[in-house]
């Protein structure tokens, strides 16, 4: 359908693009055009048939706009459409590894993390998992442009810990294993050991020396000890969750993690017959 505007429908169109929005919700429409609800449903209905507007959640629309043609060809990027979904927000775990290159496996959902709790959305026919975080622990992102659209994306250092801290959004703890093994030659170590400080949690100091040190990783010598640094005595955690791994297995006394997940699931196969431990002695990176 070629695209055509009414009046009203062009003082709606109009004003999105003089203003640079690019999402739009019922209730500004209904503001916008002084009307009732009703008619405000109906010049939704009329600018999406047409191809002006694009539903992405019950309420919210985004903007096609004229630069898009006649026809009005819909942005595809499914980011762009997460990242009007919720604010503030930034990608993370699966999303933001697959996003630097750590990992290559394919994830059917994308992994949002927000300050607000909100159920898992469907747009562009992409499923959206909302992981709310305090505001304490929001941090560690940067704007990236992907496919032409700015959007809110974690930093390497911060999607690692973020996959260490909850491996069921990245693909579970043998993928995470290979994210940390792959993220040791991409990292900056003192950015990711702010991050770890800042989010002061022990368990993912020890998980993540653990996996290091179990993939072979070429860590500074100094980072080495700063990791240690982080580990509150006497602390045991296991490598895997425990709901799915049990928490039983050998204790690997330097990390003092729980070896609960057999090391076949933890290695990739080409890694499985290197030497444990490869430490840089050095200190260089």
């Not at 062009?10 to 009703?38: F, N, Y």
């Not at 994830?107 to 300050?115: A, D, G, I, K, N």
């Not at 049990?246 to 609960?260: C, D, Q, T, Y």
Request: proline share 5%; glycine share 10%; net charge positive.
């Amino acid at each position: 359908m070629e695209r055509t505007l009414s009046q009203n429908e062009s003082k709606v169109i109009l004003d999105l693009e003089w203003r640079g929005q690019k999402t739009v919700t019922l209730a500004e429409i209904r503001a916008a055009l002084a009307c009732s609800e009703g008619y405000a449903r109906f010049m939704v209905h009329q600018l999406t048939r047409k191809g002006w507007l694009e539903r992405l959640r019950p309420g919210l629309y985004q903007l096609v706009p004229a630069e898009r043609g006649r026809e009005g060809v819909a942005n595809t990027n499914p980011l762009a459409a997460g990242a009007a979904l919720v604010s503030p927000y930034f990608f993370s775990f699966g999303t933001a590894c697959t996003q630097h290159g750590l990992t290559e496996q394919v994830f059917s959902e994308v992994f949002v993390v927000t300050r607000v709790r909100r159920k898992p959305q469907i747009a562009r026919g992409m499923r959206f998992v909302f992981v709310p975080v305090p505001e304490a622990k929001f941090f560690g992102f940067a704007e990236q442009q992907i496919l032409g659209e700015p959007v809110q994306m974690a930093t390497v250092e911060r999607a690692l810990i973020d996959a260490l801290d909850r491996p069921r959004y990245a693909g579970g703890i043998g993928e995470v294993s290979r994210i940390a093994a792959r993220a040791a030659r991409r990292v900056s170590w003192d950015s990711l050991l702010d991050c770890l400080r800042s989010f002061g949690v022990s368990a993912l100091a020890q998980r993540l020396g653990y996996l290091l040190e179990l993939n072979g990783a070429e860590v500074p010598a100094d980072v080495l000890t700063a990791l240690h640094g982080l580990v509150k005595p006497g602390s045991k955690v296991p490598v895997g969750p425990g709901a799915k791994w049990g928490r039983h297995g050998p204790l690997s006394r330097a990390w003092g993690v729980i070896e609960n997940v057999p090391r076949d699931v933890l290695l990739a196969a080409d890694e499985r017959s290197k030497r444990r431990v490869r430490f840089d002695k050095k200190g260089d990176t």
